[in-house]
């Protein structure tokens, strides 16, 4: 079965930082992968998603990610962050070729910025 | 445009009462439906899927059922709500795009259940 690794669990920035969370997950085949975000009080909304073609894809608010099929890896980055990106986030995968597009999620990063 | 709706949004049961959480999707027709559970500093744990009316996968044994009568309504049920039970309930939907695979799962705003 696949897995989804999320090394850091709380993360803690002060304004204007760069951020990197990390993502590593298990599946020999071909995925699909999303980072998805949930704001406090709010619905989880998809932040970015890898399909195929360029490994370096762009998301909401200026966020991105790298896909690096070698590390097996797709890391959530920002340049520099804001108060408002304090939220929860997840990585997620699918196998391409499933019809029943089970998701499977890593555990969740909790980002929180000090303005 | 597609949307998801899930009711209620807070509900409040006692130990050993009936359990009925609603999801129906607009927009889209035969789209795959799924139940996850979210609990804190654990991430989404999937409970139910579903990629047709009728046709139910559970991933994890558990007090709940799922059900799907219609194409676009998925309910999560308990005939007794044990306190464990206790949680945030997502729904969730997707569809499938030809060789593309899966499209990103679009989620409700979730039901916080609590058990007294």
């Known amino acids: 079965a696949q897995s989804v690794s999320q090394h850091n669990h709380h993360v803690i920035l002060s304004e204007a930082a760069s951020l990197e969370l990390g993502c590593n997950y298990s599946y020999g085949g071909t995925v699909n992968l999303f980072w998805y975000v949930q704001y406090p009080g709010q619905h989880l909304q998809l932040l970015l998603k890898?399909?195929?073609?360029?490994?370096l894809v762009k998301g909401i608010k200026g966020f991105e990610a790298e896909f690096i099929k070698s590390k097996f890896s797709f890391n959530l980055r920002k340049p520099s962050v804001q108060w408002s990106d304090t939220a929860e986030y997840f990585c997620?995968?699918?196998?391409?070729?499933?019809?029943?597009?089970?998701?499977?999620f890593g555990r969740g990063t909790q980002l929180t910025v000090w303005p | 445009s597609q949307t998801i709706h899930q009711w209620p949004a807070t509900l409040v049961q006692p130990v050993g009462s009936p359990l009925s959480l609603e999801c129906t999707v607009e927009?889209?027709?035969?789209?795959?439906l799924y139940w996850y559970r979210q609990a804190a500093g654990r991430g989404l744990q999937l409970l139910f899927y579903s990629v047709g009316i009728g046709q139910i996968s559970s991933e994890v044994p558990q007090n709940l059922s799922a059900s799907r009568p219609q194409d676009r309504q998925f309910i999560l049920s308990s005939k007794k709500l044990l306190l464990s039970d206790s949680g945030f309930y997502l729904c969730?939907?997707?569809?499938?795009?030809?060789?593309?695979?899966?499209?990103?799962?679009?989620f409700g705003d979730g039901t916080r259940l609590s058990i007294l």
């Open positions: 890898y399909f195929s073609g360029d490994p």
């Open positions: 997620a995968v699918v196998d391409r070729g499933s019809t029943l597009g089970r998701l499977y």
């Open positions: 927009g889209t027709s035969n789209p795959n």
């Open positions: 969730a939907w997707s569809v499938l795009r030809g060789q593309k695979g899966n499209q990103p799962q679009h």
